[in-house]
């Protein structure tokens, strides 16, 4: 739904009191926002209550104080860089209401505040805009239908099958275990949130290791996103509309709606047990768990995985999602172009294995027609919501992404898919020059390399030499270095190579045995790398 607002502005007045369910808004009144979006349990948990302050805000740096702020209460807030820049705050006692506290912190700063809508609050200066009067387009996030609550049955074979992914997600290792990508990736969710005036559950978002690009997002609010996904994108703007779209699916109960689509079950049990292929196959297979094994799931926990994988559901039900998530990412300030972008590239990734397809990409055909419906809105309805000043923010999401690449090929190498690995390891060094990881991880690819060569051994070796020479070395990069040129029969390069190894890792778990090799310089080749392989 567009709805139009129109806020009167003359000079010497403040500005009318609107209630607009959006941040969008902010960036129409030509204003460069700073948005300070924070994750606590408290918030979270509350973002629709906000609660007093629990601990003093002690005398500070306003902008210190307002993440304080918005740490304690939930209540997220806005305002324009240039109103806050050194601005000092007296702080506030603990125990004081949202409001009465947000108004002590203000206190002799000269700033007043605004309510946007019930979770958003905008910092607003003392001097008046310069505009008799300001249109601003307004892109409401649609109210979610109304669905009939879960039966019992319906209830216990949901929260049955969340409990048994995030079991699996947890026992295998696959959470990417790195709090600030995590810290960062809750912030943009919630800021997705408060721009809807609905009221919205407990959500978290984690980042999980996975050699497909995948999000999904569980009717408990868990929504988890893969690294591959996080490669694969570009900036925030990409990222928001990958999120707004998995939190329109959470909102709108698509678990138990598409339960529910007995027409659409059949289509989703032709393929059930994929999505376990792509979350969960790369760390089985690495535990020696058999492919075959997964099929003991039972069949209706697999359905409800593949459908919360991208493109898993009906069409209907994934154009609601891309349209509340479209709508979302504007009415949070994001340049619309990102949810177009975002399903280019999910749709330009080639199947890792074309013998198993995933839901996503055995779907090509409906993200063309995602893809299309959003250049019809972008090339009409919401024309608006691209450019014009709104958020982009790559700088942002490539630092927080930095180590991520290099991750992704060890991820890959894991996994065995050594062409995506090197083919990934390349995309990176064009960027990275002298990464002692990059030559480590392109030494491990060759020596993975089937049939091992005097080839594949000799590209290694070169790897780990480049490796050793630079900064930083990973210590393993000189173990693996020894244990080739023990290989090759030189017994001197082996010993100075395995010494360097212990100086940086003396209390590896192979230490004891390096240094019985390196004390009697008489260890069988055969135990020497059973231990360390």
Known sequence: ??????????????????????????????????????????????????????????????????????????????????????????????????????????????????????????????????????????????????????????????????????RRIVRNDLLYAHPALDLYLQGIAERLLAADTLASGVVRVRVIKGTEANAFALSNGSIYVTTALLASLDNEAELAAVLGHELTHYTNAHVLRALRDENHKSAVARVAGILLGAVLGVAEQRAGIQPGKTVLIPQETLEIWVRASVSGYSRDLEREADDGGIRRMIAAGYDASGALAALQRLAELPPADLSVQLPMYASHPRLAERIASYRALLAGELAGAVGSGREIRRAEYQSQIAELPLDQVAILLDAGALDRAETALVAVVATTHDSARAEFLEGEIARNRLPHTDATKARALAAYDRAVMLPEAPPVAFREQALLYRQLGNAEAARAAFRHYLERAPFAVDAPLVRRYLEESAVPAVALSAADR
Request: a negative charge.
């Open 1 to 166: 739904m567009l709805g139009w607002i129109r806020m009167g502005v003359r000079a010497g007045q403040a500005p009318h009191n609107v209630a607009i369910a959006m941040l969008g808004v902010v960036h129409a009144l030509g204003v460069g926002l700073s948005v300070i979006l924070l994750h606590s349990d408290l918030a979270m948990a509350q973002i629709s209550d906000p609660k007093p302050l629990v601990a003093d805000i002690p005398d500070q740096s306003l902008a210190q104080a307002l993440v304080n702020f918005t740490s304690q209460t939930g209540l997220q807030h806005v305002y324009s860089s240039e109103v806050i820049s050194d601005q000092k705050t007296r702080g506030a006692p603990a125990g004081l209401a949202p409001t009465d506290a947000l108004a002590r912190l203000l206190q002799g700063t000269g700033l007043q505040y605004q309510f946007l809508n019930a979770r958003i609050v905008l910092i607003l200066g003392t001097a008046p805009p310069l505009l008799e009067e300001i249109v601003v387009t307004a892109h409401f996030v649609p109210k979610p239908p109304h669905v009939a609550p879960a039966t019992a049955k319906e209830l216990r074979l949901i929260e049955a099958a969340n409990e048994e992914l995030e």
